[in-house]
C-alpha cells in the first residue's frame, strides 16, 4: 500500500471512528437518579451496556489498524 492509499484508508478509518463514536454518545443512559441510588450501578442498562461495548470494540479494531499504516 503506497502513502497516498495509507492516507484515504486512513480518512475512511477515522470516518468509521467518528460515526461509532456518535452511536456511543446516541445510546440512552440511566437517568442520574437511578444511578446515584446504587453504588454498584452502571450508566447503561445491560442491553445498552452490551451495545456500548461492541462499538467500543470496533473503536479498538480500528486504532490497531491505523496503527499497522504507519
Given at each position: ?32 437518579e437511578e444511578t446515584f ?22 473503536l479498538l479494531r480500528i ?8
Open positions: 500500500m503506497n502513502q497516498e492509499q495509507k492516507g484515504e484508508r486512513y480518512d475512511w478509518l477515522l470516518s468509521q471512528y467518528r460515526q461509532i463514536e456518535n452511536q456511543i454518545n446516541m445510546v440512552p443512559k440511566l437517568p442520574l441510588q446504587d453504588v454498584n450501578s452502571k450508566e447503561y442498562t445491560i442491553e445498552n451496556l452490551n451495545k456500548v461495548n461492541h462499538l467500543k470494540q470496533q486504532d490497531a489498524e491505523v496503527k499497522t499504516l504507519f
